[in-house]
């Protein structure tokens, strides 16, 4: 038998909007590690009836109930006088618990003075499991009433997470039936229709391992998921579709498993042993904070310029004033130098360049908003790509990193750079 | 009468826990600004069945569906077939939208090579009011059936809010009963708990206009909501909160209204003719990249390096070798040497360093993890902040971007710096 949950996140908070529901996305992941299948999730405000309500449509169509927020100390925490009501379980004082709060706020508040209304804490269902809280003072409980499972938990993401990863995966084990595995696939340079018109055959045969396409941060991913008896059985199921896709989608796949582009290609300089440095002009700096997010850049990122007006472009990659007032700043020769100037200025192995249009508006020169030209520049040259970004300036800004990225990755695996080669 | 919204999101990646589901939260903010209730939120993924069982659900007890998902061109997309399946509504080809489709080909992704599924998704209900997609080929939907108003928004975060805003919004407008308003004022350099105390007795004797500190990107923030007959009335309520918060906190606050401190020290600068320029280490680009997130950047922003290897910080900030060999590159000296390096080179008014252990390692010197200090250098000399960003490496750099900024805005509003004159 396979067993459902349905999450269940109580906050007023979140039907307002000023947040997003990451507890419902964090406990997920770790369900569907366990091979527990998630159906639904719902969110409702604190408000006994609509929670009421939420409740009774769960119990019908899942097996395990979770719940998030609602267990604090203050007069709209009423998720478990609400539960108790309707799964029909008494709420009572809970002394050891008490004596944990006690104990939390003596060592992580230096305080004995503790408002009356914090107790209100203790008051959990009768015969639970209660889950300690160890990052804040409410007690979750798990218990099973006429068939259905119910695990409550508190709101705050980091008390939440943690509590579920050590109080209530323990309890759910007896729950996990099958192992889930996935794998994703990473790919640049081909969208998600045409990916998904290359392999939809196979995605309509597939039932165990599936597999998906998803779209996310502008690029097109497909996760593959396995579910079997043991984690090793499930990577074995997993393995003839995912040299499948390989073979029929080629040198597009930059990763499986490493989740950007940035990560694949610091990956590849690190074993390759190649250092890198950047010139930006109309990326800004994005790309270098895209390499930096990830710590251990600086054992192969080198630095970088932001050249954002014409004249730092002269005095930081060297491009010859001349060049920008023949050709303006928006032209493949200008990457290319960037991307050189940039490589020999710091004595890299491989050179980024990047100068384009990206808008709103277009600059002096007229040039379309959404031109880039992406340079890079290694020992055998400088290679351009002439790109198209179309009109929004954050998807231009990324792609364009992207694209560069991706010439770095092909550049290091000797792929074909699919660029230009500029004589400059 | 007041109206009550329901948002169904539709995506299997959101119960495998994949992403989280912002668009919820996104357009619940806006409807709460419209004065529409949102009661529930309720994640489906892609299956037919269970869509339907949702939306029968949310009939009952919503006057306004909203979809997110499921709009796309592959075949688990299935939104508007199930949709108009259990809301009794047929789908018709529309010729426009397929129109719309080939047009943002040619124009976005310069091709008209294109796929048959692309063309599922000018498949829309019949007599819909159609919801243009102004950053993907997904068209969204919105009409009436048996007094349900249904709405339907494509899954990814940019194209679902962009299509809520220009056209869900101008169409819910008939369901707004008050007019509310609100305004946010952003804060830096005090805590939420020292804000709160200091405006609890206010917060607490509020009731229209609504006084609420939340926390967004490691910020505090108020925000004043008023609910009145005009907009005009909800301002005029407005008015006498917003000068005494402002009166209250004094200088931390930063901006009414304007979202971040790079937009507002770029509005300064522009204001006042005077033009920056950056070096970053440990932030690696990231405060370039923010600034010049903003369009119009060019019109102040002149550049900067990105200093991440010792050598470069010589190279192309002029910091001094021997500096960093007596003192490391982490210290307030070569912050003020890189801010007035980058500042001297380029010709800036005001120049930026930051330097400092980014983590989750220290460097060689051993020197503490999120140890940053932030120099600005101006006509007036140099002046460096020492920042202690605890131990999270994103974390770490977006404070130490921020004080940056802080800093620059303090100076160029003639504020005390808070930070330390150094002479190098």
Chains 1, 2 share one sequence.
Not at 170 to 179: G, I, V
């Amino acid at each position: 038998m396979s067993y459902t949950a349905e999450i269940i996140s109580v906050g007023t908070e979140l039907l307002l909007g000023n947040v997003a529901n990451t507890d419902a996305r964090d406990i997920s992941q770790e369900l569907s590690e366990l091979g527990i299948n998630v159906y639904f999730h719902t969110v409702v405000g604190d408000n006994p009836d609509r929670l009421t309500s939420a409740v009774n449509i769960a119990k019908n169509r899942a097996d395990i109930i979770i719940t998030t927020g609602g267990l604090g100390p203050t007069c709209d925490d009423l998720t478990k006088q609400t539960l108790a009501g309707c799964i029909g379980r008494k709420l009572a004082f809970h002394e050891l618990e008490a004596e944990a709060i006690r104990d939390y706020f003596a060592r992580h508040l230096h305080s004995t003075e503790i408002t009356d209304n914090v107790f209100q804490q203790a008051l959990l269902p009768e015969n639970c499991t209660v889950l300690r809280n160890m990052c804040g003072t409410a007690p979750g409980c798990a218990f099973e009433q006429d068939g259905v499972h119910v695990i409550m938990l508190p709101g705050p993401p980091r008390e939440c997470l943690s509590m579920f990863r050590n109080c209530a995966v323990p309890y759910l084990r007896q729950f996990a039936n099958a192992e889930i595995r996935s794998h994703n696939i990473h790919i640049f340079g081909m969208g998600e229709s045409a990916v998904e018109d290359k392999l939809r055959q196979m995605m309509l045969e597939l039932e165990n391992p599936t597999l998906a396409p998803y779209a996310k941060d502008g690029e097109c991913r497909l996760r593959v998921t396995a579910k079997a008896e043991t984690a090793e059985k499930a990577e074995e199921l997993m393995l003839p579709v995912l040299d499948k896709v390989k073979a029929v989608l080629g040198d597009v796949i930059y990763s499986v498993d490493i989740d950007t582009l940035e990560e694949t290609v610091l990956g590849l300089l690190r074993e390759r042993g190649k250092t890198l440095a950047s010139a930006e002009s109309c990326t800004g700096g994005l790309l270098a904070k895209r390499i930096t997010d990830i710590s251990g850049a600086s054992a192969v990122f080198l630095g970088g310029a932001v050249t954002y007006c014409n004249s730092v472009k002269t005095k930081l990659t060297d491009v010859p004033e001349k060049l920008i007032d023949e050709k303006t700043a928006v032209c493949a020769e200008v990457a290319a130098c960037m991307a050189r100037g940039i490589r020999t200025k710091l004595g890299a192995d491989y050179g980024v360049g990047i100068t384009g249009i990206a808008g709103p508006l277009s600059d002096d020169s007229g040039a379309e908003v959404g031109l880039v030209y992406a340079a890079v520049s290694n020992a055998e040259g400088e290679f351009v790509r002439t790109l198209h970004l179309g009109s929004d300036r954050t998807r231009i800004r990324t792609a364009a990193a992207n694209h560069a990225l991706d010439m770095i990755r092909r550049g290091l695996t000797g792929l074909d750079l699919k660029a230009e080669a500029i004589v400059v």
